[in-house]
């Protein structure tokens, strides 16, 4: 989908704070009432890129690998969020490509 094959700085948010809330993917709605777990304190950013790269170049997807650097730097200007995304607060900051 969009979510993943798009921006890799919105897939690292979603890594390391979660989301939650409804939210669409390939045209079909999901409620979203359960979140997905944040990462930030369990995974290192070497992990992180691994996890996201791996994502991101399976299941027929062909993306740019994330790095270890990328997700650092989201980590650190990330670093006072509380709390989860919402699919509202991403699609602001990064829209979804057609």
Do not use: C, H
Not at 23 to 31: F, H, L
Not at 38 to 49: I, N, R, S
Not at 72 to 84: E, L, N, P, Q, Y
């Amino acid at each position: 989908s969009n979510w993943v094959l798009g921006s890799d700085e919105r897939m690292i948010k979603i890594v390391l704070k979660g989301i939650y809330g409804p939210i669409e993917v390939n045209g079909k709605k999901y409620p979203g009432q359960v979140p997905m777990t944040p990462f930030e304190g369990m995974l290192k950013d070497d992990e992180v890129a691994a996890v996201i790269t791996y994502v991101r170049n399976s299941f027929g997807n062909k993306a740019t690998a994330v790095t270890a650097a990328k997700v650092k730097a989201v980590r650190a200007s990330i670093k006072g969020k509380v709390g989860f995304y919402t699919p509202e607060d991403l699609l602001k900051q990064y829209p979804l490509s057609k």
